[in-house]
C-alpha cells in the first residue's frame, strides 16, 4: 500500500497562485508516475497534471496548460503542483495520486485538498 500526504489547498482571490505538494510513503517501489486530478461539486474527478518519476516527462489537461505546473520534489516520491492565474472554474477538491508499476494513475489517491478561487 501507499499513502498520500497533500497540503497547501486554500482560498485565493482569481490570479492568485497556491502550491499544492504531496508526499508518498510506504510501498513506494511500486511508483513510476505521480499526479493530481480534481473533482468540483456536481462534476466527474478530471486529469489535472501527471508526471513520470524517472523522465520527468509530464501531461497536462487543456484547460491548465499554460497556468499549472508539476514538478518533483528533491526528495524521491514528492510532487508540487504549482498553479497561478487561477481562476474561480479551478474550484475543486485535489486529488494527489499514483499508478502501481503501470505507469497509469488511479492505483492509489490522497484524502484530497480543497482549493477555492473567488471572483
Known amino acids: 500500500q501507499v499513502q498520500l500526504a497533500e497540503s497547501g489547498g486554500g482560498l485565493v482571490q482569481a490570479g492568485g497562485s497556491l502550491r499544492l505538494s504531496c508526499a508518498a510513503s510506504g510501498n513506494t517501489g511500486t511508483i513510476n508516475a505521480m499526479g493530481w486530478y480534481r473533482q468540483a461539486p456536481g462534476k466527474q474527478r478530471e486529469l489535472v497534471a501527471g508526471?513520470?518519476?524517472?523522465?520527468?516527462?509530464?501531461n497536462y489537461a487543456a484547460s491548465v496548460k499554460g497556468r499549472f505546473t508539476i514538478s518533483r520534489g528533491n526528495a524521491k516520491y514528492t510532487v508540487y503542483l504549482q498553479m497561478n492565474s487561477l481562476k474561480p472554474e479551478d474550484t475543486a477538491v485535489y486529488y494527489c495520486?499514483?499508478?502501481?508499476?503501470?505507469?497509469?494513475?488511479?492505483?492509489?489517491w490522497g484524502q484530497g485538498t480543497q482549493v477555492t478561487v473567488s471572483p
Open positions: 508526471i513520470t518519476l524517472t523522465t520527468g516527462g509530464t
Open positions: 495520486t499514483t499508478d502501481e508499476y503501470t505507469g497509469n494513475l488511479g492505483a492509489f
